[in-house]
């Protein structure tokens, strides 16, 4: 990657060979990184997380969906973000996971 901002959600990557990582292009031309980690527990259940990182968007992300199967058990939805702090402008309230139907979803 180019600069240091594209590298914060490839370290993660850097620590676990299992993350991937896929380039996603914003209406407003910008790009969005989405990782993402699947792990087998070996149970017959599975564990996902994602992580977005906002590289030059103005445009930002709103929410986040994941499909689901309409049989599939879906438990502890979380989520977690940066603090912010001295004054940042930006609103650092915890997007809600909702599993609606199909789908989960996060929100601003």
Known sequence: MCNDAARLVFAWRDEDPGVGIKSVMAADGGTLYLAFRVTDLGTGEWDYEYAIQNLNSDQSAASFTVPV????????????????????????????????????????
């Open 69 to 108: 199967r309409p049989d599939a058990n879906v438990t502890q939805i979380g989520f977690h973000d940066v603090a912010y702090h001295s004054g940042d402008p930006y609103d650092g309230t915890d997007w809600p996971g909702i599993r609606s139907g199909n789908e989960v979803r996060w929100a601003t």
